[in-house]
């Protein structure tokens, strides 16, 4: 699936723009400082269609080895919540509601560290 350009401000739902958020995790000019964060892009990176930034922070432990996206609409993110994940723990909960035209995604996702960095490792 092409890439698809994100509207001026990132589609995270942060008041910044694409380019100076979340994209500059997908181009790898940063890293994820929170799990939260990684969420966050994450989420901006099923938005723009970015597969190899999906691949890239997925768990080594349950990544699968390849991951084809649909043309899901996607419209909104809200944080519900989220345990530890923090720059000073090794894993950490963030649960969310993704909106897509149509609808709506809940999810409690895990997230560890690896290597140093954050990356998601499973829906619980």
């Given at each position: 699936m092409?890439?698809?350009?994100?509207?001026?401000?990132?589609?995270?739902?942060s008041?910044?723009?694409?380019?100076?958020?979340?994209?500059?995790?997908?181009?790898?000019?940063k890293?994820a400082?929170?799990?939260?964060?990684l969420?966050?892009?994450?989420?901006?990176?099923f938005?723009v269609?970015?597969?190899?930034y999906l691949?890239r922070?997925w768990?080594?432990?349950?990544?699968?080895?390849?991951?084809e996206?649909?043309?899901?609409?996607?419209?909104g993110?809200?944080i519900?919540g989220t345990?530890a994940g923090t720059a000073f723990?090794?894993?950490?909960t963030?649960?969310?509601?993704?909106?897509?035209?149509?609808?709506?995604q809940?999810?409690?996702s895990y997230?560890?560290?690896?290597?140093?960095?954050?990356v998601?490792v499973e829906a619980?």
């Open positions: 092409a890439k698809r350009r994100p509207a001026v401000f990132c589609p995270c739902g008041s910044t723009t694409y380019e100076s958020c979340c994209g500059l995790l997908h181009r790898s000019e890293t400082a929170t799990a939260e964060q969420m966050r892009s994450r989420y901006s990176a938005v269609g970015d597969v190899t691949l922070t768990s080594t432990k349950t990544r699968p080895p390849s991951l996206l649909d043309a899901t609409d996607w419209t993110l809200e519900l345990t723990h090794s894993e950490g963030v649960e969310f509601r993704a909106s897509y035209a149509g609808g709506a809940q999810e409690n997230f560890t560290r690896e290597h140093g960095d954050w998601y619980r």
